[in-house]
Structure formats: C-alpha cells, structure tokens
C-alpha cells in the first residue's frame, strides 16, 4: 500500500524559515509527479511546488523566489525548503504524488502537516 508520510512544519516567525519532508512509501513502480499543496482556513487547495515527470518545476507565483522544492529519486522523497515566511503562508501542507504502483496509476495525498507562520 503506498503511503505518503509528511514531517517537518510547525510554527514559524515572518522572515524565518520552516522545511517539509515526505517519503513516499509502499511498492512504487514509478513517479509521475509529486510535491506540496496547500489549504489555509476558508480557502480551497492550491498548488505550492511540484516536480512533473519531465523533471521540471512548477510553483505558486507566491512562494517563488521563498520556497525551494527538492527531490531523492533513490528514496522516493520530496522537501520543502520555505524562507522569508510570512503570515500568509499558514496553512495546512499536503504531500501530493501521483504514482504508480500495484493498484495502477493514482492521486496520493498525505495527512497534512500545519505551518503556522506569526508576524
């Protein structure tokens, strides 16, 4: 069963800096893209950074520039590097990966990990 773990967040100050991990568990035949998404209350899920399956990058016009996505192909992992946070930043972060495994092709998303950034 292929599982996405997040760690990392927490709470941060604006201007400071917080890091995302996630490693992507289970019997995993190939990754077509994975990365972060995000939820603040009262707003829907958008896309923070993601790598797609040619190798590049995509991310938010918010966060370029602040945040730095990062990835270990050999150990199925992704990061999140965030500086020069600001209070907007709170949310709720998803690992997102869409990957293949026994059960085919699907969306997998992680638990979440709350970043909470004060001014």
């Known amino acids: 069963q292929v599982q996405l773990v997040e760690s990392g967040g927490g709470l941060g100050q604006a201007g400071g800096s917080l890091r995302l991990s996630c490693a992507a568990s289970?019997?995993?035949?190939?990754?077509?893209?994975m990365g972060w998404y995000r939820q603040a209350p009262g707003k829907q899920r958008e896309l923070v950074a993601v790598?797609?399956?040619?190798?590049?990058?995509n991310y938010a016009d918010s966060v370029k520039d602040r945040f730095t996505i990062s990835r270990d192909n050999a150990k199925n992992t992704v990061a999140l590097q965030m500086n020069s946070l600001n209070p907007e930043d709170t949310a709720v972060y998803y690992c997102?990966?869409?990957?293949?495994?026994?059960?085919?092709?699907?969306?997998?998303w992680g638990q979440g990990t709350q970043v909470t950034v004060s001014s």
């Open positions: 289970g019997i995993i035949s190939s990754i077509s893209a």
């Open positions: 997102y990966g869409d990957l293949s495994g026994w059960g085919g092709r699907k969306d997998y």
């Open positions: 790598f797609t399956s040619g190798g590049s990058t």
